[in-house]
């Protein structure tokens, strides 16, 4: 479970990176189609995983509940 977290922490670092470059206006035109489409493509990822740990909560806490 670890390495789900571990690439996590790194989508959402290399997000805030992008946002940051966007904010700061640092990023030419030409560059911010493809930063957007990453950005639009580390979201999606970052969802899923949210989603997949969501349900293995769930998953654990049911099972707790059953004792």
Known sequence: MAKK???YEER???LE????????ESIS??????KVKRASELIRKCRA???S???EVDKVLKE????
């Open 5 to 7: 977290e571990d690439k």
């Open 12 to 14: 959402i670092e290399e």
């Open 17 to 24: 990176r992008i946002i940051a470059e966007i904010e700061d």
């Open 29 to 34: 035109v030409d560059e911010l189609s493809e």
């Open 49 to 51: 995983v949210l989603k």
């Open 53 to 55: 740990t969501e349900v």
């Open 64 to 67: 707790l509940g059953e004792d």
